[in-house]
């Protein structure tokens, strides 16, 4: 098989007496959609945090297209295309909609001028389905719209990994098949993703392989109907698949 496009080797990382990531080793190899799951305060967020830069790892390394990049700052992971949305989207209030996913592609995606970042822009806003929005302030969205406005950010820095957090938090059921499908429309477009989320149910359908972690450490991983009977599992959910 060719080298994953990211690979983390053996990451830890604690606060204070809790430890948060507890040894971790995890491939994404191109063009997967890989699901990572676990209960509240499993390590999930400080894993993508450690990724991305925004934590330092106590131990381990991160690998991108087998290059070392352990320690980078999360804005040079977004320019190498090591891309993540956040938990708690966080649109710039006073900008258009437009305006949000084309400071994305300034920043990120290596547009030089405003004008083909806007057009970039309406490009990724017609894909997630907000056009109709385009010259409305972000702060107007509704949540749903704001997680695709997000989503919109994100793909404007030209990702080849994206990783998810909780993108389906908050939505209902038909929102979050709205959601699925456009992840599995991301995927096609050859982003590799990681798709993270705190309910089982969210990832099982979309993802080819399913990663669990509970109290930092990863307990189960393998195609998900191995991962929903594995019994260490129904037993970090008790029994909530
Ligand atoms: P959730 O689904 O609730 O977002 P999670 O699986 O993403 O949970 P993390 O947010 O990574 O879990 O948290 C893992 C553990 O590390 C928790 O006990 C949390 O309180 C702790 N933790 C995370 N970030 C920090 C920090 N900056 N300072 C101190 N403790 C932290």
């Not at 790892?57 to 352990?70: A, E, I, M, R, Y």
């Not at 040079?76 to 006073?94: E, K, N």
């Not at 994206?162 to 995927?187: K, Y």
Request: hydrophobic share 45%.
């Amino acid at each position: 098989m060719s080298q994953p496009v990211l690979r983390l080797e053996n990451l830890s990382r604690a606060f204070g007496g809790i430890q948060a990531v507890d040894d971790v080793s995890l491939d994404l190899n191109e063009g997967e959609i890989v699901g990572l799951i676990g209960p509240n305060g499993a390590g999930k967020t400080t894993l993508v945090n450690l990724v991305t830069g925004a934590h330092t790892p106590d131990k381990g390394k991160v690998l991108f297209f087998g290059q070392d990049v352990t320690r980078q700052k999360p804005f040079q992971a977004a320019r190498r295309g090591l891309c993540r949305t956040f938990q708690i989207v966080q649109p710039f209030p006073a900008l258009t909609v437009t305006d949000n996913v084309a400071a994305g592609a300034v920043f990120g995606g290596g547009m030089d001028s405003m004008m083909a970042a806007r057009r970039r822009a309406r490009e990724l806003l017609s894909f997630v389905g907000l056009d109709h929005l385009a010259e409305e302030m972000a702060s107007s969205l509704t949540l749903p719209n704001r997680k695709r406005l997000e989503l919109a950010k994100s793909l404007a820095m030209n990702p080849k990994v994206l990783m998810l957090d909780e993108v389906n938090a908050g939505l209902n059921a038909a929102e979050i098949d709205t959601a699925l499908d456009l992840i599995r429309r991301i995927s096609q477009q050859g982003v590799t993703i990681l798709i993270i989320e705190h309910l089982m149910k969210v990832v099982l359908g979309v993802s080819q392989r399913v990663v669990v972690m509970e109290r930092g450490g990863v307990i189960a991983e393998g195609d998900p109907q191995t991962v929903v009977n594995d019994e260490r599992v129904i037993e970090a959910y008790l029994g909530s698949k």
